[in-house]
C-alpha cells in the first residue's frame, strides 16, 4: 500500500468513518464482558453543533474509545431532547411567519406541525458529531418523545402521584410571559440590573395627609390591596388602622402592620401586591388580602389596568410614571442596583404569577441523593468543588413545579370529570381514567366526559430518567439491558446544568432503582474566547465547528480542544491549537513515512547503541503510560494528552528515532526495525482516544490487517515495570549530547566532522549510553580520565566536565574574547546575587522558597565561572 507524501484528513476521516460503521465496531450488546457506559447528555433536538458539545463530545469519546481498547464493552447511548419550551417557540415562530395563529390551532394540528418541523431539522446535531469521530452506538439513538421514552415518564408521574408526591396546587410561580409558560426556580437567571425606585404618594382616607411608598415596579400599583407598615415604626403609629387611597384607580385598601418590614428601606412603607410578589402574597395570606392580577399571560394589562390594557408592562411602566407625576404623586425617582430573573431560554423577564400548577415534593427525594454524594461518596464529582454547589442547592431545594404551559411535550395524564378542584383522576391512560373516574363519580361517565390537562410536563422531568429510560428501565424494570449497562459509568457534562439534569437523575436513580445512575461526573468547563469571554454566536467570538474540522480536520481540532481544556476549568479557546494538533498529524505521519522509508536488512548485526534505545524506550513508553493513566483516573485529559504528545514528538521522534537511525544509504537491521514498529503500534494505542481518524490510517498502513485487527477494537497497552535508572541515565546522557551540538553549532563545527572527546567522571555516571552519544554527537572517541584536558573546550553536566580539543578551525581569539565577556557578565550577575544575599534584611524577611531560588541562582553562577575560566584557560 503506497502512502501519501501528504496527510490528508478529509479524504481519511470519512473513509475510516464509513469502515468503523459499517463493521458495527460502536454496536453493543449485552455479553460476558465487563460493560462500560456513557449516555449523552442529549442536546436539542432542533439544535446544531457548537464549541460546548464539541468539547463535551470529544471527552466522552475518548473515554469510550479508551475502555474499548481497555476490553470494555463499551456502550455509547446518544439521542436528543425535545426541548419543550425552544421547539415550540420555533414552530409558533415559523407558523406567524406563514400568518398563522397557535391559538387559532387545535392541539393535534399544532403536534402535527410540531413533528413536520422536529422531523426535518431535528437530529442534525447528531449527524454533526459523526465528523467529530463521535464512536456512539447509533443504534441505539433515542429521543426523549419516543414511544417507550414517553410511557416511562407517564408512569413515572402516575407513580409518583400514586406515592403522594406529586399534587396539584395554587401558587405563586416563576412566568415566562413570551414563552406563555411556567419555568421551575433553576431556569430563572438572576442578574443585577440598574433601574430605578419610585417614591409615590397615597392619601390617607379622609384626610389631607400622605403616606409615601417606595417601588420599583409603579405599574403594579394598580394590584395592590394593603400598604404595610413595622409595628415598633414609631414614625406610622398614628396610621395604625386607617386606610389609604390607591393613585389612579382610587382603590381604598387598609394599612396593616407585620415586622416582616425592613424600616430602612425606601420609606419604611411597603405596598402589598399578593398577586404579583412571592413574599407580598404570603403576608396576603397571612393577613387575608385581596388578590387582584393586573396581567395578562403575555405580561399586558388586562381590565384591572383601567386605561392602560392591552398595553405592555414595560410601555405602561413608563406611561404611568408619567400619569403620576401629573396627578401630584410621583414625589421622586432614584437609581437603584435590582436584581431581575429572566427566562433561561427565552430571555424574557420574569412575571411571578399566582396560579395552579403541579409539584413534585423533593423533601424525601433529596435525601439519598444527598448521602450518596456528600457521605459515602458513592458517587463522585471531578472537580470537587462542585459538591459544595450541590449540598447548597439540594439543602434549600423547593417543590419542583413540573406542569407548563405547552403543547409540545409529555401532557400531564390527568383527566378531570366534573368542575370540583377534586374532580379529577390519574391514570396512564384514558381507558384507565375513566375506570377510576366512574368509581369516584356518582355519574355514569363516558371517555367523551374526560378532558385531559391541557398543560405538559417539564422537559427535565423526562431527562432526569435518560440513565434508565434509554435501556426501557421504567417499563420494564428486569430487562437484560438494564441490569447489565445500569449503573452507568461516566457522565460528562456542564456544570450549569447540575440543578436541572445531574441532581434529578441522581433523585430518579435512587427512586425508581434504588441505585446510583452514574459512578463519576465530570464537569467540563465553559468555552470561552482569548478576552475569557464565552463563546456566542451574538458577539461572533464563536467559531463554526464544522469549518473547524475542515481547515484543521477532526483529530486537529479535538487536540486543540483538550489541550486547551484543564480538568473542570474554563477553556480559553486559541485556534492556534487546532493548528498544533493538525501539526502533530503531519509529525507523526512523517515519522511513520521516515521509518517505512528505510531499506531493512536481517544480515546486519544490531548495533549498540540501537540496542541501548530500544531499552530506553520500552522504559520510557511505561513510565508516560503510568503518567497517562493517572492523569486519566482524574479527569485530567489535557495532561494525559500532552503527556502522549511529548513521548511521541520529544521521546520517539526526535531522540529514539535519531538515536536508531541508520546512517545514509544504508539499510537498517530487521530486529531493529520491528521493535521500532511494535513502539510504533503502541504510540497508536494510546493516542488512538484522542486522535482516531490519523492513528487508524497509519495502523492500517504498516501491514494489511482484517477488520478484527482494527485499531479501534486493539488491545490498550498493559502497564509493566518501569527501569527508573536507565531513564535517569538517559538524561544525562541527551544533556551531553545538546552539550556536543551546542559546541559544534557556536564554534562551527560541521557535524560531519568527527570529534574526539574526554570527560571527568565526577559523579560515576553509568556508561551504558555512550555508544549513542558516539553515534549522536559523531564523534570519533569518547575517553574517560582523571584530570582536567589542558587546550579544550569544556562544558558541564552535573558534576561531570566535558573537553573536546581545539581543533584549527577555532578562531582563538575571537572565541577568548567572547568568553570574557560572559565572565565579565557572569560575574556581575553574581555579585548582585551576593549583595542581595548579604543583605540581612532581605534574608529575615524573604520567604524560604525565595531564598533557596537566590542559593541555586549563587551555585549556578560560580559553576560557570569556574566552567569559563577552565575554558580562558585552555586557550592560554
Not at 414614625?235 to 389612579?248: A, C, E
Not at 478576552?531 to 486543540?560: F, H, T
Not at 582563538?812 to 560575574?827: P, R
Amino acid at each position: 500500500m503506497s502512502i501519501p507524501t501528504k496527510y490528508n484528513p478529509q479524504a481519511v476521516e470519512q473513509k475510516w468513518y464509513q469502515y468503523w460503521m459499517e463493521h458495527n465496531f460502536f454496536h453493543s450488546v449485552p455479553n460476558e464482558k465487563q460493560p462500560y457506559t456513557i449516555v449523552i447528555p442529549p442536546p436539542n433536538v432542533t439544535g446544531v453543533l457548537h464549541m460546548g458539545h464539541m468539547l463535551n463530545n470529544t471527552i466522552q469519546d475518548v473515554l469510550i474509545r479508551k475502555a474499548r481498547l481497555k476490553g470494555f464493552n463499551a456502550c455509547w447511548v446518544p439521542g436528543t431532547d425535545h426541548a419543550s419550551i425552544a421547539t415550540e417557540a420555533k414552530v409558533v415562530a415559523k407558523l406567524k411567519s406563514e400568518g398563522i395563529e397557535k391559538e387559532s390551532l387545535t392541539r393535534e394540528e399544532f403536534l402535527k406541525h410540531a413533528w413536520d418541523w422536529t422531523d426535518k431539522h431535528g437530529g442534525l446535531i447528531l449527524e454533526q458529531l459523526k465528523k467529530l469521530g463521535a464512536s456512539c452506538d447509533w443504534e441505539r439513538t433515542k429521543f426523549t418523545m419516543d414511544e417507550q421514552l414517553s410511557k416511562s415518564v407517564i408512569k413515572v408521574f402516575v407513580d409518583l402521584y400514586n406515592k403522594g408526591l406529586i399534587y396539584k396546587g395554587f401558587r405563586m410561580v416563576n412566568w415566562d410571559p413570551e414563552a406563555k409558560t411556567t419555568l421551575s426556580d433553576e431556569e430563572v437567571i438572576y442578574e443585577e440590573k440598574q433601574g430605578n425606585l419610585y417614591y409615590l404618594k397615597y392619601q390617607v382616607e379622609g384626610s389631607d395627609d400622605f403616606v409615601t411608598i417606595a417601588t420599583t415596579r409603579p405599574e403594579t400599583i394598580l394590584g395592590d390591596t394593603a400598604v404595610c407598615i413595622h409595628p415598633a415604626d414609631k414614625r406610622f403609629k398614628h396610621l395604625i388602622g386607617k386606610k389609604v387611597i390607591v393613585p389612579i384607580c382610587n382603590r381604598v385598601i387598609p394599612i396593616i402592620v407585620d415586622d416582616y418590614v425592613d424600616m430602612e428601606f425606601g420609606t419604611g412603607c411597603l405596598k402589598i401586591t399578593p398577586a404579583h410578589d412571592m413574599n407580598d402574597k404570603i403576608l396576603g395570606e397571612k393577613h387575608q388580602l385581596e388578590i387582584i392580577d393586573i396581567f395578562n399571560e403575555d405580561a399586558t394589562l388586562n381590565k384591572y389596568g383601567l386605561h392602560y390594557e392591552g398595553k405592555d408592562r414595560f410601555v405602561v411602566r413608563a406611561a404611568i410614571t408619567k400619569e403620576l407625576d401629573e396627578k401630584g404623586y410621583l414625589q421622586k425617582v432614584e437609581k437603584h442596583l435590582q436584581r431581575v430573573g429572566t427566562s433561561e431560554r427565552t430571555k424574557a423577564v420574569i412575571e411571578p404569577r399566582i396560579s395552579a400548577q403541579w409539584f413534585l415534593k423533593m423533601e424525601d427525594l433529596v435525601k439519598p441523593a444527598l448521602k450518596a454524594v456528600l457521605e459515602d461518596e458513592d458517587i463522585k464529582f471531578y472537580p470537587k468543588h462542585y459538591v459544595n454547589t450541590y449540598r447548597h442547592w439540594l439543602e434549600n431545594i423547593r417543590d419542583w413545579n413540573i406542569s407548563r404551559q405547552l403543547w409540545w411535550g409529555h401532557q400531564i395524564p390527568a383527566f378531570y370529570f366534573g368542575d370540583g378542584e377534586t374532580d379529577f383522576v390519574v391514570a396512564q391512560t384514558k381507558e384507565e381514567a375513566l375506570i377510576l373516574a366512574n368509581k369516584k363519580s356518582d355519574k355514569k361517565l363516558t371517555l367523551n366526559d374526560l378532558h385531559q390537562d391541557d398543560d405538559a410536563l417539564d422537559t427535565w422531568f423526562s431527562s432526569w430518567l435518560w440513565p434508565i429510560s434509554v435501556f426501557d428501565g421504567i417499563n420494564n424494570p428486569d430487562n437484560k439491558e438494564i441490569n447489565y449497562y445500569y449503573p452507568t459509568n461516566d457522565l460528562v457534562t456542564g456544570p450549569d446544568i447540575i440543578f436541572f439534569w445531574v441532581a434529578r437523575m441522581i433523585f430518579a436513580g435512587y427512586e425508581f432503582r434504588n441505585e446510583k445512575p452514574f459512578q463519576n461526573v465530570y464537569f467540563t468547563g465553559i468555552v470561552r474566547d482569548k478576552q475569557r469571554r464565552k463563546m456566542s454566536k451574538s458577539l461572533g467570538n464563536s467559531p463554526e465547528p464544522l469549518d473547524l474540522i475542515d481547515q484543521y480536520g477532526a483529530d486537529g481540532v479535538r487536540v486543540g480542544l483538550l489541550l486547551s481544556s484543564a480538568a473542570g476549568n474554563d477553556l480559553l479557546f486559541d485556534e492556534e491549537l487546532c493548528e498544533q494538533g493538525r501539526n502533530f498529524s503531519t509529525k507523526i505521519w512523517n515519522a511513520f513515512r521516515l521509518v517505512q522509508g528505510w531499506e531493512k536488512s536481517e544480515k546486519i548485526e544490531q548495533p549498540e547503541a540501537s540496542k541501548i534505545a530500544i531499552e530506553w524506550y520500552q522504559n520510557k513508553f511505561q513510565q508516560v503510560l503510568e503518567e497517562v493513566e493517572k492523569s486519566s483516573e482524574n479527569y485530567r485529559l489535557s495532561e494525559a494528552l500532552m503527556s502522549i504528545y511529548k513521548l511521541i514528538w520529544d521521546d520517539f521522534s526526535s531522540w529514539y528515532l535519531e538515536m536508531i537511525k541508520p546512517s545514509f544509504g544504508q539499510p537498517i537491521d530487521q530486529n531493529t526495525y520491528d521493535a521500532t514498529i511494535a513502539f510504533f503500534e503502541s504510540n497508536l494505542k494510546v493516542l488512538h482516544p484522542y486522535m482516531p481518524f490519523l492513528t487508524e490510517e497509519i495502523w492500517q498502513h504498516i501491514k494489511t490487517r482484517t477488520p478484527k485487527e482494527a485499531l479501534i477494537i486493539a488491545s490498550y497497552p498493559k502497564n509493566e515495570v518501569v527501569n527508573q535508572s536507565i531513564i535517569a541515565d538517559f538524561e544525562i546522557a541527551s544533556e551531553v549530547i545538546s552539550g556536543i551540538r551546542t559546541i559544534r553549532k557556536d564554534k562551527n563545527i560541521p557535524f560531519k566532522e568527527p570529534i574526539e572527546i574526554s570527560y571527568l567522571n565526577n559523579d560515576k555516571i553509568s556508561n551504558l549510553f555512550n555508544s549513542v552519544i558516539i553515534k549522536m554527537g559523531n564523534l570519533s572517541a569518547m575517553n574517560e580520565v582523571d584530570e582536567t584536558v589542558e587546550s579544550a573546550l569544556s562544558f558541564r553536566v552535573k558534576s561531570n566536565e566535558y573537553f573536546i580539543p581545539l581543533t584549527g578551525s577555532i578562531d582563538v581569539a575571537s572565541e577568548i574574547e567572547k568568553l570574557t565577556q560572559e565572565l565579565k557578565y557572569t560575574e556581575g550577575f553574581l555579585k548582585s546575587v551576593q549583595t542581595k544575599l548579604s543583605n540581612e534584611r532581605f534574608v529575615n524577611n524573604a520567604p524560604e522558597k525565595v531564598l533557596e531560588i537566590e542559593r541555586k541562582k549563587e551555585s549556578d553562577a560560580l559553576a560557570k565561572i569556574e566552567t569559563i575560566n577552565a575554558s580562558l584557560k585552555a586557550f592560554k
